[in-house]
């Protein structure tokens, strides 16, 4: 059985710091593509940052450039980012997902294999 479950998620101040961790089971984690996308109240999703299967390479939306870190730990099934300086419009549902196909994640299509259920982030004073 496929799964992807988020955590780390919470309540936070602007300028503060949260770190999402997604661990993965049921599939070959290390071959594939990884992203992390969001979805903001009443509005579509948004893909944030993806990582390639060895951790090599990494691309962020220019809205999270320099701000925002994707890493992944293969032996350890786990996708991660490292948010910091983070503005109330970084408030979202922030979900993993996999994908063979990194160069369409990073052109905005959400044709993921598989998904996880997502973790909230909420960044307000």
């Known amino acids: 059985q496929v799964q992807l479950v988020e955590s780390g998620g919470g309540m936070v101040q602007p300028g503060g710091s949260l770190r999402l961790s997604c661990a993965a089971s049921g599939f070959t984690f290390s071959s594939y593509d990884m992203s992390w996308v969001r979805q903001a109240p009443g509005k579509g999703p948004e893909w944030v940052s993806a990582?390639?299967?060895?951790?090599?390479?990494?691309y962020y939306a220019d809205s999270v450039k320099g701000r925002f870190t994707i890493s992944r730990d293969n032996a350890k099934n786990t996708l991660y980012l490292q948010m910091n300086s983070l503005k109330p419009e970084d408030t979202a549902r922030y979900y993993c997902?996999?994908?063979?196909?990194?160069?369409?994640?990073?052109?905005?299509?959400?044709?993921?294999?598989?998904w996880g259920q997502g973790t909230q982030v909420t960044v307000s004073s």
């Open positions: 997902a996999s994908t063979r196909n990194i160069a369409a994640a990073i052109a905005g299509r959400f044709d993921y294999a598989y």
């Open positions: 990582i390639n299967t060895g951790g090599g390479s990494t």
